[in-house]
């Protein structure tokens, strides 16, 4: 088991790396997370909803995502409550509070879901979640030292020293466990080593003598290898990435490449969907949050919500509803997916309270359309056939396949998923 002393030190990577090697090895091995709490989700083939990162393990794995390795996903709808999706399916939205209070219910599902996947498989990789020593949470843990001991598993802990105060987290994590707690703890972990690993030899003695632990690696930094990340620490580092590439088009410096802003939405959520644009390097992407910013981009993309009327509010209050509706009319690219899509219609309502506390809000009006909120979620994967006129600029070839035309044959098949909880007619 991968336990972190913080979020987004790197325990969904290791996970991944380990579920390959040990499938390269010949083991049959599945990755597992009680909890996590991602603004990002995956639909599986049977419609449910589970972390992206559990499925990236799963696919190291050699295996399809199935909603047991994370029987428990919580998706943020405000600063103070969460969508909580239990075996790929919502049962509601809970205040911090009331989730607290509730979540050792779902110890028996956590342990269901595990002893199903364990009696198949040769090895287990579990993962922890943040730090695994938040002492005012230990009581109702699900993810991390309580998980250790329901799996009885063996673990790593793994620091981040790219951020700086790797002796702090490490040594501070040992120190802050049990007794029984640390004599789980195999060994340790440096994640992230930029330059030469020969410099952190005398670290890698400290830790050893000071932690009584090995150090099992020092893994170099890279950025090439792109597990989904899940928490609100990794969106900040995706938005520093960024930076860059909006500092050079906020200075007019060179246009060669294509511009696309991403909305940052208080409540934005799968903003994996615009992985394919960071990883480009013929493109610009940048997200941005002020109204003075949207002329700049040759496309703007509203993206996905957890709380589709709040930040459709945050639009209306910052001036940017207005502006983005002038940015049409002069005839920017104006690009809307899931919640950002349901914005561009004529209103949105939520009767139930589904989202929020909001019962109805105006749109931008740029499609012909109203969405309503409803309390059953759409969650299920799809496939779609390209236009050919957007994406065929040579002549469609005068032939048929199968019985269709050639314009219907030569358009690509594209694979996705629909997750929703509004219903738009």
């Given at each position: 088991?991968?336990?972190?002393?913080?979020?987004d030190?790197g325990?969904?990577?290791?996970?991944?790396?380990f579920?390959r090697?040990?499938?390269?090895d010949g083991?049959?091995v599945?990755p597992?997370?009680?909890?996590?709490?991602a603004?990002?989700?995956?639909?599986?083939p049977a419609?449910g909803?589970?972390?992206?990162a559990?499925?990236?393990?799963a696919?190291?794995?050699?295996?399809e995502?199935?909603v047991?390795?994370n029987?428990?996903?919580?998706k943020?709808?405000?600063h103070m409550g969460s969508q909580v999706?239990?075996?790929?399916?919502?049962i509601g939205n809970?205040s911090?509070?009331d989730?607290?209070d509730?979540k050792?219910r779902?110890?028996?599902?956590v342990r269901?879901?595990y002893r199903?996947?364990?009696?198949r498989f040769d090895?287990m990789?579990?993962e922890?979640?943040g730090s695994?020593v938040?002492l005012?949470?230990?009581?109702h843990d699900?993810?991390?030292?309580?998980?250790a001991?329901l799996?009885?598993?063996?673990?790593i802990l793994?620091g981040?020293?790219d951020r700086g105060g790797?002796?702090?987290?490490?040594?501070?994590?040992?120190?802050?466990m049990?007794?029984?707690e640390r004599a789980?703890?195999?060994?340790?972990?440096v994640?992230?080593?930029r330059?030469?690993?020969?410099?952190?030899?005398?670290?890698?003695?400290i830790?050893?003598?000071?932690?009584?632990?090995?150090?099992l690696?020092?893994v170099?930094?890279?950025?090439?290898?792109a597990?989904a990340?899940e928490d609100?620490?990794?969106?900040g580092?995706?938005l520093?990435?960024?930076?860059g590439?909006g500092?050079?088009?906020?200075?007019?410096g060179p246009g060669d490449r294509?511009?696309?802003g991403?909305?940052r939405l208080?409540?934005?959520s799968?903003?994996?969907?615009?992985?394919c644009?960071e990883?480009d390097?013929q493109?610009?992407?940048?997200?941005?949050d002020?109204?003075?910013q949207?002329?700049?981009f040759?496309?703007?993309i509203l993206?996905?919500?957890?709380?589709?009327l709040?930040?459709?509010?945050f639009?209306r209050n910052?001036g940017?509803?207005d502006v983005l509706?002038?940015y049409?009319?002069?005839?920017?690219v104006l690009?809307?997916?899931c919640g950002?899509?349901?914005?561009?219609g004529?209103?949105?309502?939520d009767?139930?309270?589904v989202e929020?506390?909001?019962?109805e809000l105006?749109g931008?009006?740029?499609?012909d359309m109203?969405?309503?909120?409803a309390?059953?979620?759409?969650t299920t994967?799809?496939?779609?056939?390209?236009?050919?006129a957007?994406w065929a600029?040579?002549?469609?070839?005068?032939h048929?396949?199968?019985?269709r035309e050639?314009?219907?044959?030569?358009?690509?098949?594209l694979?996705g998923?629909?997750?929703?909880m509004g219903?738009?007619?």
């Amino acid at each position: 088991m991968f336990l972190g002393t913080g979020s987004d030190v790197g325990k969904s990577v290791l996970a991944a790396a380990f579920c390959r090697i040990f499938k390269q090895d010949g083991y049959r091995v599945a990755p597992f997370k009680a909890q996590n709490m991602a603004l990002n989700s995956f639909i599986t083939p049977a419609g449910g909803e589970m972390g992206r990162a559990q499925v990236v393990q799963a696919e190291a794995a050699g295996l399809e995502p199935q909603v047991e390795m994370n029987p428990i996903l919580l998706k943020p709808t405000s600063h103070m409550g969460s969508q909580v999706i239990v075996r790929g399916r919502s049962i509601g939205n809970f205040s911090a509070r009331d989730y607290y209070d509730y979540k050792l219910r779902l110890l028996p599902v956590v342990r269901e879901c595990y002893r199903s996947l364990a009696e198949r498989f040769d090895i287990m990789v579990l993962e922890g979640a943040g730090s695994a020593v938040e002492l005012n949470l230990k009581d109702h843990d699900l993810v991390n030292l309580a998980m250790a001991e329901l799996a009885d598993a063996r673990c790593i802990l793994v620091g981040d020293i790219d951020r700086g105060g790797i002796f702090a987290a490490l040594l501070g994590s040992l120190m802050l466990m049990t007794d029984t707690e640390r004599a789980r703890v195999i060994g340790l972990m440096v994640n992230k080593l930029r330059g030469d690993p020969g410099l952190f030899t005398s670290g890698v003695e400290i830790l050893e003598q000071r932690g009584g632990r090995p150090v099992l690696g020092v893994v170099p930094h890279f950025s090439h290898i792109a597990v989904a990340e899940e928490d609100s620490v990794a969106l900040g580092a995706r938005l520093a990435r960024s930076a860059g590439a909006g500092a050079r088009i906020d200075s007019g410096g060179p246009g060669d490449r294509p511009a696309i802003g991403v909305l940052r939405l208080p409540f934005v959520s799968n903003y994996t969907d615009f992985d394919c644009f960071e990883q480009d390097p013929q493109v610009d992407l940048v997200y941005f949050d002020r109204a003075g910013q949207v002329f700049q981009f040759d496309a703007v993309i509203l993206p996905g919500s957890k709380n589709t009327l709040e930040d459709l509010q945050f639009l209306r209050n910052s001036g940017l509803a207005d502006v983005l509706v002038g940015y049409h009319q002069a005839g920017g690219v104006l690009i809307g997916i899931c919640g950002g899509y349901q914005m561009l219609g004529r209103g949105i309502r939520d009767p139930r309270r589904v989202e929020s506390d909001l019962d109805e809000l105006p749109g931008l009006g740029l499609l012909d359309m109203v969405t309503e909120m409803a309390a059953e979620k759409i969650t299920t994967q799809v496939e779609a056939r390209t236009a050919a006129a957007v994406w065929a600029p040579a002549p469609v070839r005068e032939h048929t396949e199968g019985g269709r035309e050639g314009a219907e044959a030569d358009r690509e098949i594209l694979s996705g998923y629909e997750i929703h909880m509004g219903r738009s007619t």
